[in-house]
């Protein structure tokens, strides 16, 4: 054996057993957050498979449902109010070819009568409300209905307004900073720190990426959500290939690459947590519930499923044993 080899071996023996102790043992390490509130059931677009996408009524379905997060998108009209809005542009929902930003508030169109659920082509909802919302409306509403928050633009007024209304409303530690770029949310995080965060695309690429080198015990995560899409149910045009069975397997490959107990289990001891969603792939949420076992009631909470299950499963609460130890 070389000098080398001698030296090397040992200490990557070494690495890898404390590598695996503490990706266990967390807490050894890292003081837990403590959150203000538990998610265990969040609706999409305020529940967007029910009724007409981020309308009070749809909401207030959502409530009715045992909901206990709305997860929201939000974009400034041109006469300043933050108004709750998942697309930038009005047409898929409304049919009008406009951008939020280029209309005031009280010139936005009216929805459309029926929406595409956007992730089951094909089934629609309807709903008598078919007005737009502002972000105040519902925090007037709903005053202590934890809320997240997305923000899709660069936009530092409409960041900084949310701040606001979330402060004036004194609901900081109950409302969620949510956005796919991270130099966006250095821009949230920085309008109103006190608000939780979720982590973005690359902040997620790298938590990965950190627990198959076995890094991931001795990095700090200030992240206290992790939200995604669940790859093997959302709808076809996330893949690129033009063969459903290489989208499939993508799906496949991807879901296996993320979904590891031993990872759900230290983010969760960590203090990470997210709602769980539900869908109307009621059988794919039990049957992937089944294959991962008692890990699945925090993870569920981090993967989009879309909005709130319109089979009958959705009377059913949601309440999946504790993680196993």
Known sequence: MSPLLYYALPA???????????????????????????????????GSGERLENTMEAMENSMAQRADLLELD???????????????????????????????????????????????????????DRHMVRLED???RFPRMPMSVEVKER???????????????DRSEITIWASEKSSIMKKCKAANPEMPTSFTLSRGFWVLLFYYLGLLPFISIPEKFLICFLPTIINRTYFPFSRSGLNQL???????????????????????QGPQERT???????????QIGAGWEIWAGWWYFGALMKSQTSKQPSTWGPLAS
């Open 250 to 272: 993508a799906a496949v490959v991807a879901k296996w690459l993320i979904m590891r107990k031993s990872l759900i289990q230290h983010l969760q001891q960590r203090g990470v």
């Open 138 to 140: 519902l925090f007037r």
């Open 280 to 290: 109307q792939e009621a059988g794919k949420i039990q049957s992937e519930q089944q």
């Open 155 to 169: 936009n530092e007024e409409l960041i900084h307004k949310i701040a606001g209304l979330v402060r004036h409303y």
């Open 12 to 46: 990557l023996g070494s690495y890898v057993m404390l590598s695996f102790f503490f990706l266990r043992r967390p807490r050894l390490l890292h003081t837990p957050w403590v959150p203000a509130f538990h998610a265990r059931l969040g609706a999409h677009r305020g």
């Open 74 to 128: 939000c974009h400034l009209t041109r006469d300043g109010v933050v108004v709750v809005s998942h697309d930038k542009n009005l047409f898929r929902q409304t049919g009008v070819n406009r951008d939020v930003g280029s209309l005031n508030f009280e010139d936005l169109p009216l929805l459309k009568e029926e929406l595409e659920v956007y992730f089951s082509p094909g089934h629609f909802a309807h709903g008598a």
